[in-house]
């Protein structure tokens, strides 16, 4: 039986054009011809058949082996984007790490130098107390609270 351009091609799946490109570049001849309408004998038609099926799984396999080092590439420069990213956040990271080291040195000291003003402080105080018995700033102590002191608490 007789099959056309386009019953071959809806067989395999490909366009009309294609087909048609096949038979001129392979130089295939038709069975016969009626009104205008090429029609190809079974053994024309399994040869475009196996042509095209081996063109198209030969351009697939071409496709995909170009896709997958196309791929490989892509990923390779992700890869290398990602690498610098980390470098760069660990530097990041780094840098952080020596401020807070530096801020905390430097609250310890500030912590240490109040600890020494209060002490300091209290030690004044208590120099006070006992040279006169006053505190810089306030009154002299009367004699009554003078005695409240003494014996606060005592009835």
Same mark, same amino acid.
């Given at each position: ?28 001849? &038709? #069975? $016969? !011809? ?7 004998? =079974? ?5 475009? /058949? %196996?042509? +095209? ?10 496709? &995909? #082996? $170009? !896709? ?7 990923? =390779? ?5 990602? /690498? %610098?990213? +980390? ?30 003003? %209060?002490? +300091? ?35």
């Amino acid at each position: 039986m007789s099959k056309t351009i386009k019953q071959i091609a809806d067989e395999i799946g490909v366009s009309k054009q294609k087909v048609y490109r096949y038979i001129k570049a392979n130089h295939i001849n &038709e #069975a $016969h !011809q009626r009104s205008g309408v090429m029609y190809y004998d =079974e053994s024309a038609s399994s040869i475009i /058949k %196996q042509g +095209l099926i081996k063109d198209t799984a030969s351009s697939e396999a071409h496709h &995909e #082996a $170009h !896709q997958a080092a196309s791929n490989e590439a892509v990923n =390779e420069k992700v890869l290398n984007l990602f /690498k %610098q990213e +980390l470098e760069i956040k660990n530097e990041q990271i780094k840098d952080l790490n020596n401020r807070l080291s530096e801020i905390s040195s430097a609250l310890v000291m500030a912590q240490q130098t109040a600890a020494t003003a %209060q002490a +300091l402080h209290a030690g004044t105080i208590q120099q006070q107390l006992i040279t006169d018995g006053t505190v810089a700033g306030e009154d002299k102590p009367t004699f009554k609270d003078r005695l409240k002191y003494l014996f606060k608490g005592e009835r």
